[in-house]
């Protein structure tokens, strides 16, 4: 019999087990990468950021406005290419959040110029911007809710008040894969000029997002336009998209810190339950090691039989998990969007699939350094007669 012949015996020696043994483990993998991909839902914003674009917002909190007249001043300073504002509008279709979605009173005629992995046909663009309460609505928020061009959608204004109508007039794409398609989009205009707004909120805008000539000058490019409004009523916090979408995550950090630890908990289970497993096969089998031994099999070929079970309950349990957690992740999504709207799509990225197989590979091997050190410490006399 060989090495593979004589590992596949002693794994198959307990078949009950050693079943068991792996459904554990791939419980636990799957729980690990259900765990990671909450995780990434955090930084999902953030992984989208472009390095050529800046967020510059009001240096108290990003909750309070900007003048509408610092566009042209931050637009004519040295290494700014394009600029453009935006104001969450925070409506709703009903009185829940159930029918939540994204919705932003944006500037028509400069948006896409930052933003250009929005798509629109040429014809739906001249529309929305002839139009000044006309919106673009994402495509997937558009199959969601069956809109297509020519539809008028009524929110309900929870910062501002009232009923808000807007004019359907293009469903936009996405350049590339991970960009939100499922927001809407309206003309600030429709806003800024309407006369349900106060003299006291006219002119103002949420942020500013920038794109500058060259990412190796955004920092220079950031301190200038801090600079330029020091002094003033309203001064500004300028940082890198990255930067600012990450600040949202960290308002979430405990959450997220929790999930981390909890992930990690769940690898030490899986180094347990392995480990005992192979410590218990170790132990029934201390004749048939003390006689290996005694045949001349050298340690190391005692310790790699040992690792070679743990290395294949950590393959299964890996294989198992990874096909079992987009499943578990596709249910998540489901009730997570039934009542806060669209998730986004592949939510379960294959570097966290293999990270998760990989570390339980690894921490199948770890489980299995313990027993394999014990079965060669032991000495053959001693194997023998405790058997016998």
Known sequence: MNYVGLAGRDLLRNPLRLTLTILAG???????????????????????????????RNKV?????????????????PGVTSVTHQEWFGGTLGDTQK???????????????VFP???????????????????LVGER?????????????????QIYPGDWTFNVRGIYTGARPGVDTTALLFGYRCLNESDRLTEARKDQVGIYA???????????????????????????????????????????SAIVTAVRVVSSVILLIILLVIGNTLAMGVRER??????????????????????????????CSAALGATAAPLLVGVFAKLIASRFGPMPDHLTRGHTLWVSAL??????????????????????????????
């Open 286 to 315: 201390t004749r048939d090691i003390a006689t290996l031994r005694a045949m001349g099999f050298r340690p190391r070929t005692v310790v790699a039989l040992v690792l070679s079970e743990s290395a294949v309950i950590g393959l």
């Open 141 to 157: 928020l558009a199959r969601r809710f069956g809109w297509k061009v020519g539809d008028r959608v009524t929110l309900k204004g």
């Open 26 to 56: 791939a419980v636990g993998v799957t729980a690990f990468i259900f765990l990671s991909t909450v995780v990434d839902l955090f930084y999902y914003n953030a992984r989208a950021a472009q390095v050529d674009r800046l967020i510059v």
């Open 117 to 135: 992995e929005y798509l629109v046909p040429p014809q739906q663009l001249a529309a929305f911007r002839g139009d000044p309460c006309g919106a």
């Open 210 to 252: 920038v794109r500058v000539d060259d990412p190796a000058r955004s920092a220079g490019v950031a301190a200038a336009i801090d600079h330029l409004f020091d002094n003033s009523p309203y001064p500004t916090k300028t940082e890198s998209e990255k930067a600012f979408q990450l600040g949202f995550v960290a308002m979430s």
């Open 99 to 113: 029918d939540f979605f994204a919705n932003f009173a944006i500037d028509p005629h400069t948006f896409l110029d």
């Open 359 to 388: 570390a339980a590979v690894m921490v199948a091997l770890l489980a299995g350094v313990g027993p394999a050190l014990r079965a060669v410490r032991l000495p053959v006399a001693e194997g023998l007669r405790k058997v016998a």
């Open 61 to 77: 909190s990003f909750t309070q406005p900007l003048p509408l007249s610092y566009y042209a001043r931050i637009a004519a300073l």
